[in-house]
């Protein structure tokens, strides 16, 4: 399945935006990896911003809770779907 974003239309860093060295990250991981792949949650990182560095959102709780916040707010919009869709589709809410 080919993965794409729904919050990206350019392949750039969401943190930096350099369009080097470009990683694509499912945002949801886990039981909701697939769902994540087939639904656009995936975000466009660089090296650095993904898993090279201690700045990487697998390193960086900060990072990833901000990312997670707003993919979720996207995935609403982009489906036109609720917060309670969001929970019953991925098992979790990051907005409340």
Known sequence: MERFSILQDKKECYVCKTTKDIHIHETYFG?????????????????????????????????????????????????NKTIDDFRKRYYCNYLD
């Open 31 to 79: 039981r909701n990896r697939q769902n994540s792949i087939k639904d656009g949650c995936c975000i466009y990182l660089c090296s650095r911003h993904h898993n090279m560095s201690n700045e990487g959102v697998h390193f960086n709780h900060d990072l990833d809770l901000k990312i997670k916040k707003e993919m979720e707010k996207t995935w609403c919009k982009y489906y």
